[in-house]
């Protein structure tokens, strides 16, 4: 993964996916928009308190860096759920807000054009390429979403509606709160060792505390599924530690703005 500005934000890109000709990916961070605190700055949330017209102001920076319209950005609305559904040429050009009230974890397309997104401070979002069908996915997984496997599901029905192999799909395993910093209580921490095969390698002790590996989680459950483990790039950043360049729910305590990933096919 590697950092650079454009437009003057900043910006994170897959080194996987930099390297394909027929998608554009980004990760965006905080860094570069005009939110005030607690949201400073680059803040892609809409329903997190956060002034409406610096949120607007912040998506026409993002789709300026990266030449996308305005329009093309294709959202959820994020439950924590495991539903994926398919962005279809009757669903282009609606912009940030769009498909705003319809409630999904994740989505595909196989159209040029809209440019998948999902939004997040913690949770993994988990991008997919197939540059053989030239097919994309997103995914937003959080500890719920990653016992659910959202991320594999997401892989599936790439797969089976698109007639992917697994084997040649890309993945990008972005950020979120890594190991080092996203203790979880007995009750979530049972879900993963009891749910999981080997689940108790996703979880470590540390001074009576138990940590989560959510990336690990989902790198194994797309192995599962057949994804190769080269091609999948784990960013390995946490949102904790690396809280200047990203904004973390847990660390700022609730009160914070999201960044974004995105994932588009190019014409
Ligand atoms: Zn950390």
Redesign the pocket.
Known sequence: MHEYVRAGITLLSFDLLAKETGALHAITTRVGGESLPPFESLNLGLNVGDVRECVVRNYQLVSKALGIELDSFATCKQVHGDRVIEVTEKDEAKGPFSHYHEEADAMITKVPGPVLMVRVADCIPVLFFDPVQKVIGIAHAGWRGTVKEIAAKTAEVIVSRYNSDPARILVGIGPG??P??YEVDERVSSLFTKGFSSGEQLITERNGKQYLDLWEANRRQLLEVGIRAENIEVAGL?T??QNQLLFSHRKDKGKTGRFGALIGIKE
Do not use: E, H, K, N
Request: aromatic share 0%.
């Open positions: 709160i890594g080092c910093c946490c904790s530690c």
